[in-house]
């Protein structure tokens, strides 16, 4: 029973789920905002450089706490499936679930600065880091090669996503 989730610990959103290395990302945004082509880049990246990444789930992800960790999951309609635009939905090696590590918005009108709270965000009781990037995803990959040549398997700490103030 401590497996299960409960309503309030459970739902479905609007984004799309990858597991990058072994941490799961979750990548947010209205339709039409680049959640898939993100995903697909990311995955592609990933794989150029040996690094293991593949698909959660495209267009619409369940999220469950389970022991204080989001587990997010492809509802069975639609798992090892991928809307690729121009192409249709397509089938592609996914994995069953991911523990999501970091929330990643897509925000048209990004500010240049992000505000102040806005580095966390709180899904089904789980307190994740959050990156709010614009439509241009170069920079974000970038991040993630870094953070995965590291070494360090934990592309996801919180505080590797600390600003660090200029003096």
């Not at 040996?50 to 989001?70: E, I």
């Amino acid at each position: 029973m401590a497996e299960e989730a409960t309503t309030a610990q459970a739902g479905r959103v609007h984004a799309t789920c990858l597991v990058f290395g072994e941490a799961g990302l979750l990548v947010r945004g209205r339709s039409g905002s680049g959640k898939t082509s993100l995903a697909r880049e990311i995955i592609a990246s990933a794989q150029s450089l040996g690094t293991f990444a593949r698909l959660v789930a495209d267009d619409c992800v369940s999220l469950a706490n389970r022991n204080g960790r989001l587990v997010a999951s492809a509802p069975d309609s639609i798992a090892g499936r991928m809307e690729i635009f121009g192409f249709g939905i397509v089938a592609v090696p996914h994995e069953e679930s991911a523990v999501v590590r970091l929330v990643v918005d897509l925000d048209p009108a990004l500010p240049r600065w992000p505000p102040a709270g806005s580095d966390t965000v709180e899904l089904c009781g789980v307190t994740l880091p959050r990156l709010v990037t614009g439509p241009g995803t170069a920079a974000l990959i970038l991040l993630l090669r870094d953070l995965s040549k590291t070494g360090k398997g934990s592309i996801l700490s919180p505080e590797q996503f600390v600003a660090t103030p200029l003096h």
